[in-house]
C-alpha cells in the first residue's frame, strides 16, 4: 500500500469535512465547517492511498515558537498502518520550514503522540493555545485532553 502525503486542495475539503465530522460526532475532535476548511486549507496535509484521501492533519500558529498539531485523523479501516506517523513526519518538516522550534497537540492518543518523539506536559504552559481554542470549547472546565510536545531542532 503507498500512501502519498501532500499539500491539501480546495478539491480535498469534502473528504476532510467528512473525516473531521465523524470524529467530532464522537466528541474527540472539533468540528470545522466547509467554508473553515476553504479559508485554512493550505494549513492541511492529506495522505492518499490509490487516490483516496484516507488522513489529514493541520498545524495552527500559536505563537512565533509554537504550532499545534489540529485536526489529525484516519479514516476507518485504514488506523495502524503508520499513516498517521507519516503526517506527523508532514507536519513536523513545515514546522521546521517555517523555523518554528515547538510543535504540540492537545490529545486523546498520548501513546501516539510519544511514538513520534512528543512528551505529555501540562496544557497550562500553553496560554496561547487556552486563549486562542479553549475558551470557545465546551469541554473548557473540564477538559480531559493531554498536552504534548515536541521540541524541533
Known sequence: MA???RQAALSDVGPLFEMIE???RRGIMLP????VLEQQINDFVVAEVDGVVVGCGSLCL???DLVEVRSLGISEGYQGMGIG?????ELIKQARERKIPKIMALTYEVSFFKKNG???VDKEI?????WTDCVNC??????DEIAVLKMLN
Do not use: N, T, W
Not at 470545522?32 to 467554508?35: A, C, F, L, Y
Not at 506517523?85 to 513526519?89: E, G, P, R, V, Y
Not at 465546551?138 to 477538559?143: E, L, M, S, T
Open 3 to 5: 500512501v502519498v502525503c
Open 32 to 35: 470545522r465547517s466547509r467554508k
Open 118 to 120: 512528543f512528551i505529555v
Open 85 to 89: 506517523s507519516k503526517i506527523i513526519d
Open 62 to 64: 500559536l505563537g512565533q
Open 22 to 24: 465523524e470524529y467530532a
Open 138 to 143: 465546551p469541554k473548557q472546565h473540564a477538559c
Open 126 to 130: 500553553f496560554p496561547e493555545k487556552v
